[in-house]
């Protein structure tokens, strides 16, 4: 069995375990006990599991509608799914924008 195939498995197994321990009523020290897991690495996996699949899926970029308008005002007027207005002037600092659009996306920036 190739090394892929072992990991797609291990994954599997331990999302087991975390269904499997959620109804258990057992802390998570006594079923990895019990079941003779690692301790370090059933956490691990809890937490992974236990996160919404937003969060895990974090290198995927989600597509929101775009509007775009100009204004007298601004050289550029951002509507993103009627909930964000990005008024971005002439002189606009691009740093900001770009620290603006990393948080808009859910992700850091560097």
């Known amino acids: 069995m190739s090394k892929n195939n072992q990991g ?11 269904e499997n ?9 006594e079923y990895g006990r019990r079941h003779k897991l690692k301790i370090h690495a059933f956490r691990y996996w809890v937490t992974k599991f236990h996160q919404p699949e937003t969060l895990r899926a ?22 993103v799914d ?3 207005r990005l008024i971005i002037r002439r002189d606009f600092d691009s740093d900001l924008l770009r620290a ?9 920036c560097s």
């Not at 797609?8 to 975390?18: K, V």
């Open 100 to 108: 603006v659009l990393s948080s808009l996306e859910g992700r850091s």
């Open 21 to 29: 321990w959620k109804t258990s009523g057992l802390s998570q020290a």
């Open 58 to 79: 974090t290198t995927a970029l989600v597509k929101l509608p775009l509007q775009v308008q100009t204004t007298r005002d601004a050289s550029l007027e951002l509507i």
């Open 8 to 18: 797609a498995i291990n994954s599997e197994n331990w999302r087991q375990h975390w």
């Open 82 to 84: 009627k909930k964000y």
